[in-house]
């Protein structure tokens, strides 16, 4: 169930902006224009499903440093400001608003809450549209929600949820209903990679416990067991066309000892083999990369944030191949500050990259008229 659309309006840098997704796509643009927002907002409807939607705010500032950036407009008496965020499917479209607490009451007899940067859901809603015709399937306020279970009726959703929490992630009887829990599915198995940590205590560096991998770890701590499994269940034949292409005539070696699990290159002309604490910063990145773009159980959705980080030029060009052949089995969401990544990733697939500017403070589509208006 591939993202049709993504729709961001009062998120830090984003006043409004309503952006078409294809198969493919790869997000560029200057620094400072929002590049990272936008991703960071396709992050927070992943976490919606998840349950950690409180902790992904606290993480970059929390709520208060969310909203809208920019110059806000007078607002009515009672008008509060909200973060909306709201995704269409082929047949469903999610909606998040979320904004600041209410103003804090008495939590005990001498102290108020300290909890005043958390999110407040103050909408949700879940449609499906088909024959021109939309269903409202979910529809939510600060307290309560009413859902159609598998029968179609409209009924108040029996769970208590916190203020900060969504309905799709609160869904304990999923077959009582199935179209809510399909959409909280969809959102949960969106994979994201942002950073790999290559610092001299990063676990990529030290041998791990491998069990079989088909989906390489957040953090790559499994790279050796992900890789592994590429070989033995995956594509291997393209792993090792890709390796080639990245360092021509090395070879990869997967140690395993005691189930302890680790990488190793054999290049050309040396009479051993590096270990993964001898390899460059770019070149365990690279593997991580190709862990997971070539993962045997590919997800619906696989973001990117800056994959050309720390790699060297020579490395983008192998890496926009990998990236097409990925795009054959999952839709990518790709930021680049990287011109030639940008300009690779086109040639291979044909989609044109979507330009990111900043006016007047805020992110907005190069050329994009009134799309994102």
Not at 15 to 33: A, E, W
Request: net charge negative; with cysteine; proline share 7%.
């Amino acid at each position: 169930m591939p993202i049709k659309e993504l729709y961001i309006a009062g998120y830090r840098s984003v006043q409004q902006l309503r952006l078409p997704l294809q198969q493919i796509n790869v997000l560029t643009g200057p620094n400072g224009c929002g590049k990272s927002n936008l991703y960071q907002a396709m992050y927070l409807l992943a976490s919606v499903a998840q349950g950690n939607l409180a902790e992904v705010f606290a993480a970059e500032g929390g709520m208060p440093s969310a909203l809208w950036a920019g110059p806000r407009r007078k607002r009515s008496h009672g008008e509060e400001l909200r973060l909306t965020l709201n995704v269409t499917f082929d047949e469903y479209e999610y909606e998040l608003r979320c904004g600041l607490p209410a103003p804090p009451g008495n939590v005990g007899r001498f102290e108020q809450s300290q909890f005043l940067n958390d999110p407040e859901v103050k909408e949700e809603r879940l449609y499906f549209h088909s024959g021109g015709r939309s269903l409202l399937l979910m529809e939510r306020d600060k307290s309560m929600a009413l859902v159609r279970d598998s029968e179609g009726q409209r009924v108040t959703f029996p769970l208590e949820f916190s203020a900060s929490d969504s309905v799709l992630a609160n869904l304990r009887e999923p077959h009582l209903y199935p179209q809510l829990s399909m959409v909280s599915q969809q959102l949960r198995s969106w994979r994201f990679y942002h950073q790999f940590r290559t610092d001299a205590a990063a676990p990529i560096r030290q041998p791990q416990v491998g069990v079989r991998s088909p989906v390489l770890t957040h953090d790559a701590h499994n790279l050796a067991a992900a890789l592994q499994t590429i070989r033995e269940v995956g594509d291997r034949a393209f792993l090792e066309e890709s390796i080639d292409a990245a360092f021509p005539g090395a070879k990869l070696i997967i140690q395993s000892p005691g189930a302890r699990f680790s990488v190793q290159l054999q290049m050309p002309g040396m009479h051993r083999s590096f270990e993964a604490g001898e390899l460059s910063d770019g070149t365990l990145r690279y593997l991580c990369l190709l862990a997971a773009l070539l993962s045997p159980r590919p997800p619906v959705l696989l973001a990117l944030n800056e994959p050309e980080t720390s790699l060297h030029p020579d490395l983008l060009r192998p890496l926009a191949q990998l990236i097409a052949q990925a795009a054959k089995s999952s839709q990518l969401w790709i930021t680049t500050h990287s011109v030639q990544l940008a300009n690779d990733i086109e040639q291979f697939t044909g989609q044109t990259p979507v330009m990111l500017e900043k006016v007047n403070g805020e992110t907005k589509i190069v050329g994009a008229g009134l799309l994102d208006s």
